[in-house]
């Protein structure tokens, strides 16, 4: 079993910054690929990136590419999403989560609460 938790999200302005945070729980996150979803009003969860076990790979949804950045320490076990020049459209809950990796939600086994982001314009 493993335990996710999020961090670090807000009210913020377009073309701010924020640093998401996952800090896990139970086992080691390096047993995992880890990705970032998001899940706005009235639409459903996306895939926002994803990380390889070791860090040294990582994909992103073409909305993101080149504004975000997955990272991550399998020594502090956590997993952060850098945020930069975000746009109203950004505004969702974000969510961690741990598993087989891809971009279907339904390859990842754990799941935090989910943290808020509100871009406004």
């Known amino acids: 079993q493993v335990q996710l938790v999020e961090s670090g999200g807000g009210l913020v302005q377009a073309g701010d910054s924020l640093r998401l945070s996952c800090a896990a729980s139970?086992?080691?996150?390096?047993?995992?690929?880890m990705g970032w979803f998001r899940q706005a009003p009235g639409k459903d969860r996306e895939f926002v990136a994803g990380?390889?076990?070791?860090?040294?790979?990582?994909s992103y949804a073409d909305s993101v590419k080149g504004r975000f950045t997955i990272s991550r320490d399998n020594a502090k076990n956590t997993v952060s999403l850098q945020m930069d020049s975000l746009k109203p459209e950004d505004t969702a809950v974000y969510y961690c989560?741990?598993?087989?990796?891809?971009?279907?939600?339904?390859?990842?086994?754990?799941w935090g609460q989910g943290t808020q982001v509100t871009v406004s314009s």
């Open positions: 990380v390889s076990y070791s860090g040294g790979g990582t």
């Open positions: 139970g086992r080691t996150l390096s047993s995992y690929i």
């Open positions: 989560a741990a598993g087989a990796g891809g971009r279907s939600a339904q390859r990842y086994d754990y």
